[in-house]
């Protein structure tokens, strides 16, 4: 007995998840392409990183939590500067969650601290990197001192066109939820209007490809709370290191892994 035709829904994903034109492939060229890892159709088009590790990495040193911070800055720019090389389009750190702000005074005016001094120490270099700097978070509910810097790293970076790093700062997934649900309906967009496309439209990562690989230092196995949206089918990659010991190396490690895997999406 013969079926009927199977009636598929119209907005099943990963529709929703496709880039956009403009950022579907890895850059290509140049030194940039000579140092390419992976073939680009193997190569991760989005990395997005949770930072985890800078307190126990300090404590095991007989450090200050901010002595650990600072070298996970230090960290920061040697990620940085290998998923430029490797021809990387997109960077996404996790710097600083909304959870965060349950950390004491000294911890969190220090963090502020820091991230206002690596902006103004790193603005011109990420600018000779070609490196553009956008912000995912609150930024309205940071210091005003805090939200000057990262603004004047954003304009100094705005025609950066080698690699995309979002900086995940007073940040938290359902928080870029409720935000997309609230400019949705701001919108006027009525029920029957509402799709993943339009959802992925209203997120903070509006217009960017959704990360195809999602890398978790110091040995824990979840999400915390870190583009949940945008994340479903990421490939996750944890590794033991501690954050400040995660350098180039362990980043092509990361890369080499998602390469060796095959990416089926449901089908």
């Known amino acids: ?33 000579a140092e390419r890892l992976v073939p680009v159709e193997e190569s991760p088009r989005h990395v997005a990183i949770i930072m985890d590790g800078n307190r126990r990495w300090a404590r095991g040193r007989g450090l200050s939590e901010l002595e650990g911070h600072a070298a996970g800055v230090e960290a920061i720019r040697n990620v940085l500067r290998q ?4 021809g990387i389009p997109v960077l996404t750190l996790y710097a600083f969650s909304r959870e965060n702000w349950a950390r004491s005074d ?11 001094s690596a902006i103004r120490r790193e603005t011109a ?5 070609g490196v553009r700097v956008q912000l995912l978070g609150r930024l309205e509910e940071l210091p005003p001192a805090t939200r000057r810097s ?3 790293a954003l304009t100094a970076t705005a025609g950066g066109d080698r690699l995309l790093l979002n900086i995940a700062f007073n940040y938290a997934g359902r928080t870029e939820l409720v935000d ?4 949705l309906v701001e919108r006027g967009i009525g029920p029957e209007e509402v799709d993943e496309a339009v959802v992925s439209g209203a997120l903070y990562t509006a217009g960017l490809p959704d990360p195809d690989l999602v890398i978790r230092t110091g040995g824990e196995e979840r999400l915390s709370n870190f583009l949940i949206w945008q ?6 990659y944890v590794s ?13 490690e990361a890369i080499l892994e998602f390469a060796s895997r095959t990416r089926r999406f449901g089908r």
């Open 180 to 183: 997309a649900f609230r400019k």
């Open 150 to 152: 990262i603004e004047a």
């Open 106 to 116: 000294e911890e969190v005016n220090g963090l502020f601290e820091l991230l206002e």
């Open 240 to 252: 033991p290191l501690l954050w400040p010991d995660f350098g180039a190396g362990a980043f092509d």
């Open 231 to 236: 994340s479903a089918y990421a490939e996750f």
């Open 125 to 129: 270099e990420l600018g000779r990197q």
């Open 83 to 86: 998923a430029v090389r490797r």
């Open 1 to 33: 007995m013969s079926r009927p035709p199977l009636a598929r829904p119209t907005d099943a994903p990963p529709i929703a998840h496709a880039a956009e034109a403009g950022l579907a492939a890895p850059v290509a060229g140049g030194v940039l392409e």
